[in-house]
């Protein structure tokens, strides 16, 4: 069956980085647009980046523009975020998700597109 599953969450100072895995298995994962999600404690899910089923054009929230980076790797069926120069706002349990209704190059975060979730890595930024 179709699964994500999001690792390297942690516990890590402002200004330093994280890498967070997506790791996916049950389908072909260069079929499909992969997003990242976040949700905080009391605030709704939002859309943070996302790579098209062809990569090279990925979009990113304006929150993390210059910080984080998405990369897919689908001969190890994995979706990295990279996270750099964290802040105490990027706290949040993080979820990817697979997009079923977007091809090629394209990505958004229409939630409605996305028909499977991964259970979350939760990212704490704090001194």
């Known amino acids: 069956q179709v699964q994500l599953v999001e690792s390297g969450g942690a516990l890590v100072q402002p200004g330093g980085s994280l890498r967070l895995s997506c790791a996916t298995s049950?389908?072909?994962?260069?079929?499909?647009?992969i997003a990242w999600f976040r949700q905080a404690p009391g605030k709704e899910r939002e859309g943070v980046s996302c790579?098209?089923?062809?990569?090279?054009?990925?979009h990113y929230a304006d929150s993390v523009k210059g910080r984080f980076t998405i990369s897919r790797h689908n001969t190890k069926d994995i979706v990295y975020l990279q996270m750099n120069s964290l802040k105490p706002e990027d706290t949040a349990v993080y979820y990817c998700?697979?997009?079923?209704?977007?091809?090629?190059?394209?990505?958004?975060?229409?939630?409605?597109?996305?028909?499977?979730w991964g259970l979350g890595t939760q990212v704490t930024v704090s001194s």
């Open positions: 049950g389908f072909t994962l260069n079929h499909y647009a």
């Open positions: 998700a697979r997009d079923t209704q977007t091809v090629g190059f394209n990505c958004n975060f229409e939630e409605a597109n996305y028909d499977n």
């Open positions: 790579t098209g089923s062809v990569p090279g054009s990925p």
